[in-house]
């Protein structure tokens, strides 16, 4: 009798050693992240219905996990229990397994962050989108056509354009979201803080779109609070006496370019305040709260003329002489 239960104890020993080792191996497997392997993000997508199987040959294949079996151990019997969720992510192969299950498990789906500054037009926010990986430039802008049903899009200057109703802030989407998504979004946050302010006290004269469009030339002329709410006292001014606003950036703005060349000033276009009066037919980018502020309650003078120095300061000027003086000494 003692040989065999010398043996079954010798089996039992074998078996967990064996045990001992797979569990050394899974567990070495699942939590230790290859940091000799490539760091790049790749972007995997796991499609509805794909079983854990499906999705560890679907990682090995990509070569972000260098064990299958590790993986679907760890998703079978880990925390996740088997539920690993659908979608885009952003996986890269020095990811441990335990940090790859624990992402499909949570739903931790793949974004692209964008920033849209302040002061910038609806082209160049297409081009961002571009940028981030979103999606294309085309799609973007065929987004920009479709029917948006906020209130305060009815009162716009210009009805078929979304300029100046993009609100500048930092968002997220998913890689393989509509740009619909990121529109939606901008026009919610612009619901959120910027109507609120457009819509308040309003010291201008104007309708909160004129607001909105006189804020965005001066969002491009002028780059702090002072100067801004000087600039829009002067544009006020020679509104109110019927003078032209005869602003380079409007006329950018018809030939994008950043400086205005003498020619420039002959291109015809309502946005051209050198031939035309009055304001542009809509905001000419998407301004910034500072800027309408600044529109809202303007610093009142008796200055008709401002430019930018070369020195980077403004000057202003109550006549067209003073204007032209200050022409030869700052800009020449």
């Given at each position: 009798m003692k040989k065999p239960v010398k043996l079954v104890l010798a089996l039992v020993g074998v078996v967990a050693a064996a045990l001992l080792v797979v569990s050394f191996y899974l567990t070495y497997k699942i939590t230790t992240s290859r940091n000799n392997q490539s760091v790049e993000t790749q972007i995997v997508e796991i499609k509805s219905g794909s079983s854990i199987g499906d999705i560890a040959r679907q990682l090995a294949d990509k070569k972000l996990i260098d064990s299958t079996v590790a993986f679907e151990f760890y998703a079978r019997f880990g925390p996740a229990r088997g539920r690993l969720l659908p979608g885009p992510y952003a996986l890269s192969a020095n990811m441990s397994i335990k940090k790859i299950v624990e992402k499909l498990a949570a739903g931790d789906l793949a974004v692209a962050k964008i920033t849209i500054p302040e002061g910038v037009t609806v082209n160049r926010i297409a081009r961002l989108w571009v940028a981030s990986g979103a999606g294309n430039e085309a799609d973007f802008k065929a987004a920009l056509k479709l029917d948006y049903g906020y209130d305060f899009l009815k009162d716009r200057m210009n009805p078929s354009s979304l300029e100046g109703y993009l609100a500048?802030?930092?968002?997220?989407?998913?890689?393989?979201?509509?740009?619909?998504?990121l529109i939606e979004k901008m026009l919610q946050q612009f619901e959120k803080t910027v109507r609120p302010v457009l819509y308040g006290a309003n010291e201008s004269g104007l309708s909160p779109a004129q607001v909105l469009t006189l804020a965005s030339i001066v969002e491009a002329e002028a780059n702090n609070t002072v100067d801004r709410?000087?600039?829009?006292?002067?544009?006020?001014?020679?509104?109110?006496?019927?003078?032209?606003?005869?602003?380079?950036?409007?006329?950018?703005?018809v030939t994008g370019k950043t400086a205005t060349r003498p020619e420039d000033l002959l291109v015809d276009s309502r946005y051209n305040t050198y031939i035309y009066k009055g304001l542009t037919p809509g905001p000419i980018n998407n301004p910034s709260l500072n800027a309408i502020e600044a529109v809202l309650r303007p610093t009142r003078t008796d200055y008709l003329f401002f430019i930018a120095g070369k020195d980077g300061k403004m000057y202003y000027a109550r006549t067209n002489d003073e204007h032209e003086a200050n022409i030869d000494r700052y800009l020449k």
């Open positions: 500048p802030a930092t968002y997220r989407v998913g890689y393989q979201a509509k740009p619909r998504e709410k000087l600039v829009a006292g002067i544009f006020l001014n020679r509104l109110e006496q019927g003078i032209k606003l005869q602003s380079d950036v409007t006329v950018n703005y």
